[in-house]
């Protein structure tokens, strides 16, 4: 069997606020071609995990040693973004598509735009090509910022709870399509579905300040009790986001 | 009208003055509005009542510098420290004006504005900062779009987020510096957002709001100046007035 590459390791990573600790001696790896999701209750430090990874915080503790190779897409929760700017979707996607090197004058290649259709038909949204942002609803704004992320063909596909407010008919058929997209790329997702996530994850992180790294989508009662520290019956009504576990002081950041 | 146009260099100088403030009020209006930045940007403005004129280019390029750090390091609402930096720029700028010796200090037109006594300078200074400002909006026009939409994107795709924040707080700074003499601070507020928000009325591509918006300010101050010479008022307030009336007006008739 072929020995899967690691794309991120991370090793004993602790980050602080202060004096508050959001995330310690967290130690995980993330292979080529897995899907991996992460759950946890608020305060458990998910968001302020990825942030780590996409360098937007720097760790107080440990490392996260990226692959030469790795290159990330990114998908942000629902309010990081200005929703109501005069944008269209073939601008955003685009966007995604801009090289680090800052060009003056840059205009996009048809490299860019051929790309640009590819993701577009990929995604099954040609039709809003022209749209502006602020047309769309809940669920084609997640397609379009899951473009705008896979458009330059990451092999990381990081996304940060992307189906709040968004029904579950459309979280289950946006997991079909992260499914699809997973024989391409990694996928590192931030979500509280459980229920869905058993049926499309090669692996379960449990965060809850550190991290336990469960391989195989099967969650027993007592890791979820133990993620959650609450019992069982409550995480399964969509309650888990809302309790704080009793250590925590609550997320920064969620 | 035409004629006095032509007989007097002060009204030739007002045009001139109005058609580029209006490409300056479109693209950053434009911004600020989309942006959000409404009261904090402007707010900047503030800053800029000190003479001469390059010690307040020196101040608020410094004062750019000091909210977007603050901002970065605090986590606190930008809108509330620009607020600050605000009321603190106004008063040093008075207090700069009253220390100045010589003639009786012009407050007045600082606050309010008067289109009408540009002189050649204030020409060469508003043409030279719409210059600045046109060339730094196009030539980076794609990544100054992916960083209005979303910053923390942005950074992900390896910009630097900071960068952008300094130049775009620098840019509204310098717009400002060449508003002033058009409408006063105290009515700069109203000249950046109105014609943005005519704009929107017609049109909901970043683009075509800032062609717009450029446009109707341009429309908005001949207008303004007009009335202003007919009925013998201040031209900054004159100005305000009426786009405030043209855009209710054409509010109404839109819906």
Redesign the interface.
Known sequence: MRQLSKLIDIKNLTVKYGDYTAIEKVDFSINENKFVTIIGPNGGGKTTLIKAI???IEPHKGEIIKSPKLK?G?V?QKN???Q?????VS??I???D?E?K?R?????KSKSWNRLDDTLKRLNIEDLKDQ????LSGGQLQKVLLG?AIISNPNLLILDEPFSNIDTNSTNKYFHLLKELSHDMSILIISHDIGIITSFTDDVVCMNKTAHYHHGSHLTNEILQDTYSCPVELIGHGIPHRVFPHHSAGDLND | MINLIFRYEFLQNAIIGALFASIITGIIGSIIVEKKLSFGGIGLGYLVNVEPIHTAFIFSILSSIGIVKLNNSHKSYPDSLIGIFWSLGMALGILFIYLNPGYPPDVNSYLFGDILTITKSDLALIIGITVIIVSVFMMFFNYWLAYFFDEEFFHTLGFSKSFFDYTLFILIAIAIIALVKLVGIILIIALLTLPTAMAKLFSNTFNKIIFLASGFSFIFIMSGLYISYILDIPSGASIIISSATIYFITLAIKN
Do not use: A
């Not at chain 1, 003056?104 to 996009?108: D, G, K, M, S």
């Open positions: 996409l360098g937007f990330i990114y942000p990081s973004f200005e109501e700017f005069p944008i269209s601008q955003v685009l966007s995604g801009l680090s800052i003056l004058l840059h205009r996009f502006q942002i602020n047309e705008r």
